[in-house]
């Protein structure tokens, strides 16, 4: 689809910023995998990185099919470059992530990486996140029916994620709640700030100032931001 080009147009302008002998971060998602994609072609052409650590195993399983020589945060704690999608971007560059249920890897692989590049079509700008998507909260599922409470308290209707009939269970064995605010996130910092405050919250898919720079592919070519 057209969106699918879009996608795939700035998954490659993210493989060009890939330089030799750097430790890169592999996002998760349909438009994280155009960036593996275009990494391993670049890798196929002569390009030599250290490495790259994947944020889920979806994502370490197409790398590997690609050829992308796999490493992990043990071997390499600091990373220059993380490439991932996004589900909403607000216009401060914050970032709602996580419909994909990988948050949890994904903010902690971003977190280790000097540089966090997301890549997106023009569908994920929003005017305010939680718009078209709700926030994904990583839970343990020990704590999942007290953290209920709390999420609810907070002003949320809180669901447990369930897909294809299942309850689903993410790659850290945790539980996904997604909560949506009918009245909108005014301020997602604090809410981001409140929702950790919530013994057994494990991660919150709110990536607040975590973005170095936005690629978008979109009907006009790249459009890079700020
Ligand atoms: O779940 C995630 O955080 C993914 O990165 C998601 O935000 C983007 O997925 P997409 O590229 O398939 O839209």
Known sequence: SEQDNWKKAAGEAAAQLVQDGMLIG??????????IQAL???????????GAVPSSNASHDLAAQVGIPLTTLDA????????DGADEIDPELRLLKGAGGALVREK???????????????????S???QNFP?????????????????????????IRVKNGSTFISDNSNLIVDCRFPQGISDPSSLD?????????????????????VIIGGPNGLQYLP
Not at 40 to 46: E, S
């Open 40 to 50: 391993g072609l670049r890798l196929q052409a002569g390009l030599q990185i250290a």
């Open 128 to 130: 305010h996140l939680g």
């Open 26 to 35: 592999l996002g998760t998602g349909s438009t994280a995998n155009y960036f």
């Open 193 to 213: 700030a409140r929702i950790h405050q919530i013994v057994g919250v494990v991660e919150t898919g709110l990536f607040i100032h975590m973005a170095s720079q």
């Open 135 to 159: 926030v994904p909260v990583e839970v343990t599922p020990f704590g999942v029916s007290p953290v209920l409470k709390h999420l609810q308290a907070l002003g949320a209707s809180a669901q």
């Open 76 to 83: 390499h704690p600091e990373l220059d470059l993380y490439i």
């Open 108 to 126: 902690i692989v971003a977190s280790s990486a000097q540089r966090f590049i997301v890549i997106a079509d023009p569908s994920k700008q929003v």
